[in-house]
């Protein structure tokens, strides 16, 4: 039965602006499950439900976003695809030139991913600034985001 229930609510939060528990357990018994504001709590925090900010403002009841590494790349192709102008490296820096105003987002998605040796990131309006541990790192690195900006845009054509 509780798997059932658990089921029924990852249902309805999916297709419905669920806001409250109330809500939750009313819409719960209109699908037949009967249930007490305890075992509602309790599957939310079995589920790992959390509540999200509306565009209008208001919370609602959701799946936590996860990515996975696929889904990161992804981005990062996405971001690339529209973004970098170039790629180069010094010693254990590497540089990457942006359109004006997009340098922050290739660094989320470049803080997104799990690159070995990425000590940490600095982004201004157009450029990023890549601190590796090593000069062998920072010349893998930039030549992997080189590749990766050149597919994108490959695959845009």
Same mark, same amino acid.
């Given at each position: 039965m509780k798997s059932k229930r658990q089921e029924k609510i990852l249902s309805i939060i999916q297709h419905n602006t669920v806001t409250t528990q109330e809500e939750? %357990?009313?819409?719960?018994?209109?699908?037949?499950? *009967?249930?007490?504001?305890?075992?509602i709590s309790r599957d939310i925090r079995?589920?790992?439900? =959390?509540?999200?900010?509306?565009?209008?403002?208001? *919370?609602?009841?959701?799946?936590? =976003?996860?990515? %996975?590494?696929?889904a990161v790349a992804l981005d990062i192709d996405f971001v690339f695809l529209e973004s970098i102008r170039s790629v180069d490296f010094a010693g254990n820096f590497v540089v990457v030139k942006c359109y004006a105003g997009m340098a922050n987002a290739v660094c989320v998605a =470049?803080?997104?991913?799990s690159w070995e040796g990425l000590v940490g990131t600095i982004a201004g309006d157009d450029t990023i600034f890549l601190l590796l541990r090593t000069q062998r790192q920072a010349e893998e690195f930039a030549e992997f985001l080189k590749a990766t900006a050149a597919k994108a845009k490959a695959s845009r054509k």
């Open positions: 939750l %357990q009313l819409r719960l018994a209109e699908a037949g499950f *009967h249930a007490t504001q305890a075992t079995e589920l790992r439900l =959390v509540k999200a900010l509306s565009p209008t403002g208001g *919370h609602y009841y959701t799946l936590p =976003v996860q990515k %996975q590494a696929d =470049v803080d997104n991913g």
